[in-house]
């Protein structure tokens, strides 16, 4: 009876070792990263102002929307629970508003469009659920092509390549460790760009973003540290 009872003792005490052992395995364990490169491509819609500004105190706005899509480049570095980041991306875009009345025998238009949008931003995140999901703030330069069309009742179209800033946030999720996906919100504002066409003419666009996108992350699925919890 005294070995039964001495070896239940000495078997709990080595499943009992054994499992934490494994419980400081499963905390000691490398976890998912989002330091490194990635590359990918969005897809969305915009809508914004595009705004005439003909002097004296005269202007013209028309609501503008449409469409967009491109890539995008970037790179990120985590420390702890926060992310670091930088990221460039380039969306061709249809966006556009305008507005045509009577003037005589002819119809004229005033309006303008943003044909593409690119920026160069900063990121801040903050990862959660595993790690593997991430909030973020992004803001930066932005830049792309603009035009303006007055047809009063001379066509002064022009176009601009114009710059400005972007502000925006975001939520991304790693479905594996190599690729992502993500929802995005950016505002941005373009210009102003005085026309030569029509001296005294000054074009405002600004766009909201929504967009999807999904990132292939280069490098080693997980992280050389060890987790803390």
Request: glycine share 18%; proline share 2%.
């Amino acid at each position: 009876m005294r070995n039964i009872l001495f070896s239940a003792v000495a078997l709990a005490a080595l499943t009992g070792y054994a499992m934490a052992g494994d419980l400081a395995s499963t905390k000691e364990a490398p976890i998912f990263s989002w330091t490194g490169l990635y590359v990918g491509a969005n897809l969305g819609t915009g809508a914004g102002v595009e705004r005439l500004d003909f002097g004296g105190g005269q202007y013209k706005s028309y609501d503008s929307d449409g469409t967009l899509g491109g890539f995008q480049v970037g790179g990120n570095y985590q420390i702890n629970r926060f992310v670091l980041g930088l990221e460039a991306d380039y969306d061709f875009a249809g966006i556009q508003g305008a507005h045509i009345y009577s003037c005589g025998a002819i119809s004229c238009i005033y309006g303008g469009a943003v044909n593409s949008l690119g920026s160069g931003r900063g990121r801040l995140g903050y990862a959660f659920l595993d790690n593997r999901a991430l909030a973020y703030v992004t803001g930066g330069l932005a830049y792309g092509q603009v035009k303006g069309l007055d047809r009063n009742p001379k066509d002064y179209g022009q176009s601009f390549d114009a710059t400005g800033w972007a502000v925006g946030g975001g939520l991304e999720y790693a479905i594996t460790d190599h690729w992502t996906v993500r929802g995005e919100y950016l505002y941005a504002e373009l210009g102003p760009e005085t026309w030569t066409k029509d001296l005294g003419t000054i074009l405002h666009s600004t766009v909201n973003v929504f967009r999807v996108g999904v990132n292939y992350k280069f490098g080693a699925p997980e992280a050389p540290v060890v987790a803390k919890y």
